[in-house]
């Protein structure tokens, strides 16, 4: 189902091209697309209003996300078991390798300042500004989801100067913990504790708030 942001409330019933168990969806330049975990995947070009097939290689894709790299902009899909892919145009699609195997079965991705940064461990954050290096992270605590987030800061530290400038930022998130980090550059993270432990399901970015769901 798909929502117009100007009549909030109402959701439209709409037909993706084929049965699939669908495990994700995301937005970049400008298009939906749903991942099922396997080969068969759906476009929509114009706000989820109808969709057409997409076929990917061979894999388990579980989430997905879009970017900028030197003027061209790739879409980048992970898998299970340190599987990533990319492609410019949703046709042709080239494979990643990572520096480390892995065998975790929830990978995530996200965008940030020209930079394609992976979750492809629960404690490994991978990044790369080329898709092609990869640098890896250790993590000092094991994550299981990751989100993008900007919010407004206004440093009043300055007397003469409060404009407001908008900060991006990456939040990892530990299920059934109060544990948490957060990068903004996906090289470097602090870690920080939140005020309640709950079974958390994923965490989500609303502008310049953070959503976080749990399932108690």
């Known amino acids: ?18 049965l699939q168990t ?58 299970t078991n340190g599987t990533a892919i990319y492609s410019s145009d949703l046709i042709n699609w080239e494979t990643i390798t990572f520096t480390s195997a892995s065998t975790y079965e929830s990978p995530k991705i996200v965008y940030i300042k020209n930079r394609f940064i992976f979750l492809y461990e629960q404690n490994i954050i991978a990044y790369t500004d080329d898709l092609i290096t990869f640098t890896d992270v250790s993590l000092t605590y094991s994550f299981d989801f990751m ?38 550059n996906g090289s470097s993270f602090s870690y920080s504790n939140l005020s309640v432990s709950k079974t958390w399901t994923n965490i989500i970015s609303a502008g310049s708030s953070l959503l976080l769901l749990s399932s108690n």
């Open 1 to 18: 189902a798909y929502m117009n942001i100007n009549d909030i409330g109402t959701f439209n019933s709409v037909s993706l091209p084929s």
């Open 22 to 79: 669908w495990c994700s969806v995301f937005f970049a330049n400008q298009k939906f697309i749903a991942l099922s975990g396997g080969i068969n995947a759906a476009l929509s070009e114009d706000g989820g209003e109808t969709w057409s097939a997409l076929t990917l290689p061979t894999g388990a894709w579980k989430n997905g996300c879009g970017g900028f790299i030197n003027e061209t902009y790739y879409y980048v899909l992970v898998g």
């Open 147 to 184: 989100c993008f987030n900007n919010y407004i800061f206004s440093d009043s530290s300055y007397e003469y100067s409060t404009i407001p400038t908008v900060q991006e930022q990456i939040i990892l998130l530990k299920t059934s913990s109060t544990q948490y980090a957060k990068s903004f």
